[in-house]
């Protein structure tokens, strides 16, 4: 019956997002003179979000999405980056990656393995693509129950109401609405300026999607997204370089920086400090051959590799939308969308969440929060603004890690090296040792004021499950809590978390801060 009941919701589905249907005729008493209150251009987190949210408070919603194939070709259905090749696929590989250095301490938990043990990139790959796929139906279906009529087009703006959608075989239709929102997100960059970098180089739009094995990976670029792909591609079993122009991790607290990226080297991954892309040629072998530049020596070097995975940032999807001639106004320098505290553009009927947006954080939590409380605003329920401020992530590297407010950087420059307290510690999570796993990069910091209460400024953990221990500890932020509120807090014990309630060692007494004691 189950199957029956797919094949049945499928069909219907189908007929909904087919190219043949007509304009949906202008409802008077709903929309007013338009057909819509609320178009969404773009299917992601955030104009997912949105759209079910305006649509369960009455509102008449239609989303617009088509995502045109990587450079590679690669192609994926509704759902944005999270979904398809970001968050969710990322974070399976990671727990692949993991998996693997359990197997390895699981022998010195007593378990006999036998040996070798292998990993197999095809399981996995199909494995992951199945579980996406499964999300993309549940994503279609959704919009479905919630009455939000799905186009699966590639939207643009013709003037502030009007919106343009064309298919896939160029075939075209024009919608209106009182209210429109651009969530379209951003795509990785190429090096264009490199030759072979297009010809020859996949991005993290590919990297999920491949049927066999990438191989001998060199990863360009240590962003979060590079440094990630790179952690799990390590763990299971691939020769694997990050190539790195200047520091990793740009935006992050840099001593927590340091400590990951000591971690991946130990962990196996090797890193090319100072390095920066001058060429990607294919050899008659099929592998291709990378020269680059060391920017301290000027010497050049080179070596072979299976694949080449550029991770050298995102560009915002504006440059289709006809947004500047509609009166949007644009950063000129990053492309995004300048938008106010309310997400709306210099258009007034025109606004835009997510990635796409300037000076938003690009995480997919803050794109849903915010595409929802907009949609409660733009029915008139709501006057709640985005609380963009202490926004907790996680970078799931090897050994993560977890952050919410200022790095210590940010908090020197916001209030003065002299005006801070920095109190840290070194630890040894209680699984490392019967493992006989080295501990030297886990470690917790918490930032605050030095006078008065002492408020808490920023929260930094490097250690397993780095994620779950920072969303807890991130709900703090928004009541404002102080280092004495921290230290009353009673731990759960044995957990690498209740290490922060036991934090009391300052930077500045320049005592030893690691940890003794269980």
């Known amino acids: 019956m189950a199957a029956l009941y797919s094949k049945h919701r499928l069909k219907h589905l189908k007929h909904l997002c087919s190219f043949g249907f007509k304009t949906p005729k202008r409802n008077l008493t709903g929309a007013g003179k338009y057909d819509y209150d609320l178009v969404v251009i773009g299917g992601g987190s955030g104009g997912l979000a949105c759209s079910k949210e305006a649509a369960q408070l009455g509102q008449k919603v239609a989303v617009l999405d088509y995502v045109e194939p990587s450079v590679r070709g690669t192609k994926w259905g509704l759902g944005g980056t999270c979904v398809n090749v970001g968050c969710i696929p990322k974070k399976l590989m990671h727990q692949a990656a993991l998996l693997g250095t359990a197997v390895k301490d699981a022998k010195k938990y007593g378990w006999q393995i036998p040996e070798p043990v292998s990993h197999d990139w095809a399981t996995l790959s199909q494995a992951v693509q199945n579980h996406v796929k499964s999300l993309n139906w549940g994503h279609r279906v959704q919009l479905q129950d919630r009455k939000v009529k799905y186009l699966n087009m590639k939207g643009s703006l013709v003037d502030e109401h009007t919106i343009r959608g064309m298919n896939a075989k160029g075939k075209e239709m024009t919608v209106t609405a009182r209210n429109v929102v651009i969530a379209t997100g951003g795509r990785p ?146 492309g995004k969308v300048i938008v106010a505290a309310d997400e709306r553009t210099s258009v007034p009927n025109i606004f835009a969440i997510g990635d796409i947006a300037q000076g938003r954080p690009e995480l997919t939590p803050t794109a849903i929060k915010a595409g929802k409380l907009l949609a409660r605003r733009l029915a008139g329920h709501s006057s709640q603004l985005m609380n963009y401020d202490s926004v907790p992530t996680t970078v799931f590297t090897p050994l993560e890690y977890g952050c919410v407010g200022l790095s210590e950087e940010e908090a020197e420059r916001r209030c003065g090296k002299e005006n801070i307290e920095v109190y840290h510690a070194f630890y040894k999570p209680l699984e490392f040792t019967v493992a006989e796993r080295d501990a030297g990069q886990c470690y917790i910091k918490v930032v605050c004021e030095q006078d008065g209460d002492q408020r808490v400024l920023g929260l930094h953990f490097t250690g397993p499950n780095a994620g779950e221990v920072t969303q807890g500890f991130a709900l703090g932020f928004q009541c404002g809590f102080t280092y004495a509120q921290l230290r009353d807090t009673v731990g759960i014990h044995p957990t690498c978390a209740e290490e922060l309630t036991k934090i009391n060692i300052t930077k500045r007494s320049g005592l030893d801060a690691t940890v003794t004691g269980c």
């Open 189 to 334: 960059k190429y090096p264009t300026h490199v030759p072979g970098a297009l010809e020859f180089g996949i991005s993290s739009d590919d990297l999920f999607w491949l049927k066999e094995s990438p191989g001998k990976t060199l990863v360009v670029g240590a962003s979060y997204v590079g440094l990630e792909c790179a952690g799990f591609l390590t763990g299971i079993g691939l020769d694997t370089t990050v190539m790195v122009r200047s520091i990793a991790l740009r935006g992050f607290d840099q001593q927590m920086s340091q400590l990951v990226t000591d971690y991946m080297e130990a962990y196996g991954t090797r890193f090319s400090w100072d390095a920066v892309p001058k060429k990607v040629e294919k050899l008659p072998s099929g592998l291709l051959q990378v020269t680059w530049t060391d920017t301290q020596s000027k010497q050049e070097h080179q070596d072979a590799f299976s694949t080449v995975l550029w991770a050298v940032g995102r560009a915002p999807e504006t440059k289709t939308l006809n947004l500047k001639q509609v009166g949007v106004e644009l950063n000129e320098d990053t």
